[in-house]
């Protein structure tokens, strides 16, 4: 069995904690929530709210775009694409599945500084996507290039638990499902499996 398959299993094993449990519920998922949440620094609020914002989609899809514009670089952006569209599909299944209301709905919402989400929070999709995203760049791209990124992803991240939209189990879920998305099709594309895409974009 290919090793990733163990973070798949580690995100599952989480998620059925939390089903159990309930986010709410659990202590130190609250007190790390807090921890975090309520210890903002005025000066970092724009930043983290920018992030939060705009670190997924305006970020990594004008990248991906970018890559593919490059022979070079064009099967590394292939490979982006096809992790991305399988971490999003696992990503809305595992969020209806699991169905954790968001941390503002159980704790006051003082330290909220966006907008409300409406959907379920576990796992985050930002961090699923931002982690899918470094971890292709660990195994494809050069080292400059995944640790900026890499670095990018962990503020993202951070910056979801920060403005009061997820809960840290929630991100620590995300980059587990996003561990496996990544490492999945990465091996995938090793084997093959996306050739036919290269072929196509070469044609």
């Known amino acids: 069995m290919k090793y990733y398959w163990a973070l798949l299993l580690a995100f599952l094993v989480v998620g059925v904690i939390v089903k159990i449990e309930s986010e709410p519920n659990m202590p130190l998922n609250i007190y790390l929530f807090k921890l975090i949440n309520y210890n903002q620094v005025s000066a970092l609020n724009p930043v983290m709210v920018f992030l939060s914002k705009y670190g997924r989609e305006y970020v990594w899809i004008p990248l991906t775009a970018i890559l593919l514009v490059f022979r070079k670089t064009r099967r590394i952006a292939i490979t982006l694409a096809a992790s991305f569209i399988l971490a999003i599909i696992v990503?809305?299944?595992?969020?209806?599945?699991?169905?954790?209301?968001?941390?503002?709905?159980?704790?006051?919402?003082?330290?909220?500084?966006?907008?409300?989400?409406?959907?379920?929070?576990?796992?985050?999709?930002?961090?699923?996507?931002?982690?899918?995203?470094?971890?292709?760049?660990?195994?494809?791209?050069?080292?400059?290039?995944?640790?900026?990124?890499?670095?990018?992803?962990?503020?993202?991240?951070?910056?979801?638990?920060?403005?009061?939209?997820?809960?840290?189990?929630?991100?620590?879920?995300?980059?587990?499902?996003?561990?496996?998305?990544?490492?999945?099709?990465?091996?995938?594309?090793?084997?093959?499996?996306?050739?036919?895409?290269?072929k196509f974009l070469k044609a």
């Open 91 to 198: 990503g809305e299944i595992s969020k209806y599945a699991f169905a954790q209301g968001r941390p503002f709905l159980y704790i006051h919402p003082d330290y909220l500084l966006v907008p409300p989400p409406t959907d379920y929070s576990f796992p985050s999709g930002h961090a699923l996507i931002v982690s899918d995203g470094a971890l292709v760049l660990a195994k494809m791209a050069p080292r400059w290039l995944w640790i900026i990124m890499m670095i990018e992803a962990v503020l993202v991240s951070y910056s979801r638990v920060y403005v009061g939209v997820h809960w840290p189990y929630d991100v620590i879920a995300g980059w587990l499902l996003g561990g496996w998305t990544s490492l999945f099709t990465v091996d995938l594309e090793r084997r093959g499996t996306l050739a036919f895409v290269e």
